[in-house]
């Protein structure tokens, strides 16, 4: 019944703004940290952003720093990705994924294509 459905994605045009969501359910959200993760064709999987429980810290990946926000609403159970000049080589499937000491849980993706 865990489940981690990522929404917002689409195809937008560079320079363009883009909010990600990732609606949780079926565990102590407010317990976990929340990743997105990207994954484009032919690439590796990378962390882009990472907030933590508690203080909710965040972490970004330099090529993202400065574009792209995480935040998360514990009331709501909801993560989201605030991407602002988004570029051809953001194109990826984003994944919502929930990490704490003993359990992980990754959402199925979301498509964001950046083309004009």
């Known amino acids: 019944q865990v489940q981690l459905v990522e929404s917002g994605g689409g195809l937008v045009q560079p320079g363009g703004s883009r909010q990600l969501s990732c609606a949780a359910s079926g565990f102590t959200f407010s317990s976990y940290s929340m990743r997105w993760y990207r994954q484009a064709p032919g690439k590796e999987r990378e962390l882009v952003a990472q907030i933590t429980t508690g203080e909710s810290s965040t972490y970004y990946t330099e090529s993202v720093k400065g574009r792209f926000t995480i935040s998360r609403d514990n009331a709501k159970n909801t993560v989201y990705l605030q991407m602002n000049s988004l570029r051809p080589e953001d194109t990826a499937v984003y994944y919502c994924?929930?990490?704490?000491?003993?359990?992980?849980?990754w959402g199925q993706g979301t498509q964001v294509t950046v083309s004009s």
């Open positions: 994924s929930a990490w704490a000491y003993l359990r992980r849980y």
